[in-house]
């Protein structure tokens, strides 16, 4: 198994462009998480989707922020405009069963996303 | 609301040395623990969690961690590091029901000196 496919490793745009990342889960995993870490925060959760339907988007910053799920291989999470204070790195994680009711679930993280807003 | 503590950003240790990594939660309903752990340059992957039953949780790579609720404290510890421990650990914490939002604290740096 590839594990959790995330793209770009890195990107770099101008304040005000738009972003898109990308998330490809395990196969046969049904919850997908978006992270995103910075020093000052750590690690804060964005959204997480259960079965493709966003569950709770309580943690998306602002609505320049959204994230798709449209089908169970593939979801974007995308900032249109993009500011300097969006620089991060964004994680996608997913899961079966949401990765808790047993010793034999937990998140599978991606690599990140290094994400540069000049 | 949780809320997680790990009040140590970075610990130093020499390789062979013991350690215990510092983490306390704060809840009003049941939850599960979590100590995650990432390498440079990677996602993090779990070290171990605590769901119920024993308060002594045993995990990967030697680590261990002790649930304390008493103390709400879920410290993570490991009797003889290695220079390959040098890696952020996380701890985490999510309710026992209802919504899958993970918590995570703001992570304690170990560095294993030579």
């Known amino acids: 198994d590839a594990g959790v496919i995330q793209s770009p490793r890195h990107e770099v745009t101008e304040m005000g462009q738009e972003v898109t990342l990308r998330c490809k889960p395990i196969?046969?995993?049904?919850?997908l998480f978006w992270y995103r870490q910075t020093m000052m925060r750590g690690l804060e959760l964005l959204i997480y989707f259960n079965n493709n339907v966003p569950i709770d988007d309580s943690g998306m910053p602002e609505d320049r922020f959204s994230a798709k799920m449209p089908n169970a291989s593939f979801s974007t999470l995308k900032i249109q405009p993009s500011e300097p204070r969006d620089s991060a790195v964004y994680f996608c994680?997913?899961?079966?069963?949401?990765?808790?009711?047993?010793?034999?679930?937990?998140?599978?993280f991606g690599s990140g996303t290094q994400l540069s807003v000049l | 609301a949780q809320s997680v503590t790990q009040l140590d950003s970075q610990v130093p240790v020499f390789e062979e040395a013991p350690v215990e990594l510092r983490c306390n939660y704060s809840?009003?309903?049941?939850?599960?623990l979590f100590w995650y752990v990432q390498y440079p340059n990677q996602g993090l992957q779990l070290l171990l969690k605590y769901l119920s039953g024993s308060t002594l949780v045993k995990g990967i790579n030697g680590f261990e961690a002790e649930f304390n609720k008493s103390q709400t404290s879920f410290h993570l510890r490991k009797p003889s590091v290695h220079i390959s421990d040098t890696a952020e650990y996380f701890c985490a914490v999510s309710r026992a029901s209802g919504t899958y939002k993970y918590i995570f604290g703001t992570g304690t740096r170990l560095k294993v000196l030579a």
């Open positions: 994680a997913s899961s079966v069963g949401g990765g808790r009711k047993s010793t034999n679930e937990k998140l599978f």
């Open positions: 196969s046969g995993h049904d919850y």
């Open positions: 809840s009003s309903v049941s939850v599960y």
